[in-house]
């Protein structure tokens, strides 16, 4: 299994990102797939998933309505569009499978929101 990040930046708040999770090593249209994220000294703090269809779409309170969650299973990439960006989003993103989230397996990408 391999997950790889990318899309992270530093940007202003109320700017816009997108995240790419580039994932090999296993079907990737059989499995659910979550983001994830941990801010300097706090823990991990699930983020969002989406099923392996792309069907139903779950969001912690902290990101409804900013952010959205998606995937391309012919190009087997997981994304997170992210709106409205606030400083406390601040953290390292990372993406997984969703029955692994407590334990991403990638490098993350730094978001970082600051004036």
């Known amino acids: 299994v391999q997950l790889v990040e990318s899309g992270g930046d530093l940007v202003q708040p109320g700017g816009s990102l997108r995240l790419s999770c580039a994932a090999s090593?296993?079907?990737?249209?059989?499995?659910?797939m979550s983001w994830v994220r941990q801010a300097p000294g706090k823990g991990l703090e699930w983020v969002s998933s989406i099923n392996a269809g792309g069907g139903p779409k779950y969001y912690a309170d902290s990101v409804k309505g900013r952010f959205t969650i998606s995937r391309d299973n012919a190009k087997d990439t997981l994304y997170l569009r992210m709106n409205s960006l606030k400083p406390e989003d601040t953290a390292v993103y990372y993406c997984a499978k969703h029955e692994n989230w407590r334990s991403p397996r990638g490098q993350g990408t730094q978001v970082t929101v600051s004036s």
């Open positions: 090593g296993f079907i990737f249209s059989d499995y659910a």
